[in-house]
């Protein structure tokens, strides 16, 4: 059983369901305590149906609590890298070398806070992403998912099975 604490970051609004939902479930059936956090308290909204009362705001998540950090993607996601402290706790948790990973287009944010510099990533292969990990020094690859060292990325909703699988592998160790 994993006895470890993850943070979880949701865009307030569209954050893609799956990319939630699925790890979410698995990593709490492997025993990991997931808290989840969005830019506030209020009620999170996903592209489908799912609606999330997160636990914390980001700015009262203390990487230090938890860890690992897991952004989930969707269209709402690329908005998370215009918060400065969504910025910092990603930042922060690179700085104690804990594990990240983001999902779809929640890459964008991984690599605006420069903690891909020179890693291999996979994100959903929107152009501005693209442009922000060739701007940001991100080897991309058009991988499913992709683990480098204790990142861990994938490249949509079809992989979130798969993304939540590898992110138990690096919990585990």
């Known amino acids: 059983m994993l006895n470890r604490k993850v943070l979880f970051i949701i865009a307030q609004q569209n954050f893609r369901d799956e990319e ?12 990991a305590e997931i808290t989840t956090a969005s830019i506030t308290t209020d009620e999170a909204r996903g592209m ?3 609606r999330v009362k997160p636990d914390v705001a980001v700015r ?10 897991i952004i989930a993607g969707g269209s709402g996601s690329p908005k998370l890298a215009d918060y400065p402290e969504v910025l910092n706790v990603i930042r922060r948790f690179d700085e104690k070398d804990k594990p990240i990973a983001a999902i779809c287009l929640a890459g964008y944010a991984l690599a605006k806070a420069g903690v891909l510099k020179g890693r291999t990533a996979t994100v959903f292969p929107a152009d501005f992403a693209l442009i922000e990990y060739r701007r940001n020094g991100v080897i991309y690859s058009n991988k499913p998912v992709v683990v ?3 990142f861990i990325t994938a490249e949509g909703p079809e992989n979130a099975r798969d993304f939540a699988e590898e992110i138990i592998k690096i919990l585990k160790q």
């Open 60 to 69: 009262e998540a203390n990487p230090n609590d938890f860890d690992c950090l």
């Open 20 to 31: 939630y939902l699925i790890p979410k479930q698995l990593l709490e059936e492997q025993g």
């Open 48 to 50: 489908i149906k799912a």
């Open 148 to 150: 480098d060292g204790r």
